[in-house]
């Protein structure tokens, strides 16, 4: 186990595919965010410039919605926030191009890293939905489409890259081609934070008022459910293994993560790292590595047998 002193709240965290530097989102006291590239072995870190960046931008207009996507290559990776889409060289911070005419505050990136799907929500606004194909220009955007009014998240790809899900008021499979909807399911979200996509495509997974659900995707039937307590807020975060057989959830209290069988959703191990609370997990993309953010401003990393 290893702990990293980072300084701030850690609200979101992702490995780079070298399963050696994570990307990371803090806030200060004053909710004002930070954007950074960390490196494990020696805490190095590279600051990514998003400015006047603030955490409410998160929770109010974006609903928890997906704000980062690393690319395959690790080389780069995508920020969407406060209505505008950045893209960073991880080396050194640098910014890269990307249409600045498009508002997005939610991004998907699909297995190869040749497609973007951005996202936009915001009170009082239509939400809308880009596809674009990612270039060394900045990306091309192909299409743009208004959702269904009750649009919550651009959620992820499946592993075809020709498929993504969104959450409206039902969850829907769509056409990366055209943006049209291929599939919907027909049971009403209650809530869908955070949401994401195992990497075998099988499971969609967001947490809800109270419990988290997890949809089949090859079905979309009425989904499971992790139940919690009665409050909001029980769940802070989770993570698909790579391996596809089992889900890490931040829930249950302030410094415990639980590993669950995604076929059962029977909890199969515990970690109480002892620091916190915990408020973001990931797993490294080789699947042997834990990493999880606390409010008190660290980073605990573990060896993972899953």
Not at 80 to 109: K, M
Not at 140 to 167: C, H, M, N, Y
Request: charged share 20%.
């Amino acid at each position: 186990m290893q702990v990293l002193e980072v300084g701030n709240n850690v609200v979101l965290l992702r490995f780079l595919p070298d399963n050696r530097r994570l990307v990371l989102v803090t806030a200060d006291d004053e909710r004002k965010v930070t954007f950074q590239v960390m490196s494990l072995s020696g805490g190095e870190r590279v600051q990514l410039y998003v400015p006047d960046a603030e955490l409410d931008a998160w929770w109010y207009h974006a609903w928890y919605g997906n704000a980062i996507e690393v690319h395959p290559n690790g080389e780069s990776c995508y920020v969407a926030w406060g209505g505008r889409l950045y893209c960073f060289r991880t080396a050194d911070g640098e910014s890269l191009p990307t249409p600045r005419e498009l508002p997005a505050n939610q991004v998907i990136l699909a297995p190869d890293g040749t497609r973007l799907v951005v996202g936009f929500r915001t009170h009082g606004a239509s939400p809308e939905i880009s596809g674009l194909a990612a270039d060394t220009s900045g990306g091309s955007i192909l299409w743009r489409k208004t959702p269904a009014k009750e649009f919550s998240q651009v959620a992820g790809f499946l592993p075809d890259g020709e498929r993504f899900v969104t959450i409206e008021e039902v969850v829907r499979i769509r056409s990366f081609a055209t943006g049209d909807q291929l599939a919907i399911g027909r049971t009403k979200p209650v809530g869908s934070q955070q949401p994401r996509v195992s990497r075998d495509g099988r499971y969609l997974a967001a947490m809800g008022y109270g419990s988290m659900y997890f949809w089949d995707l090859t079905t979309l039937e009425k989904p499971r459910k992790i139940s919690g307590s009665s409050n909001f807020g029980d769940f802070r975060s989770f993570a698909f293994h790579p391996g596809g057989k089992t889900v890490a959830v931040i829930h249950g209290g302030p410094t415990l993560i639980k590993l669950y069988e995604l076929e059962t959703l029977k909890c199969i191990q515990k970690w109480n790292w002892k620091l916190g609370p915990l408020q973001s997990v990931a797993f490294s993309p080789d699947g042997t590595l834990g990493a999880a953010g606390s409010n008190d401003g660290r980073v605990v990393v573990w060896d993972v047998d899953a």
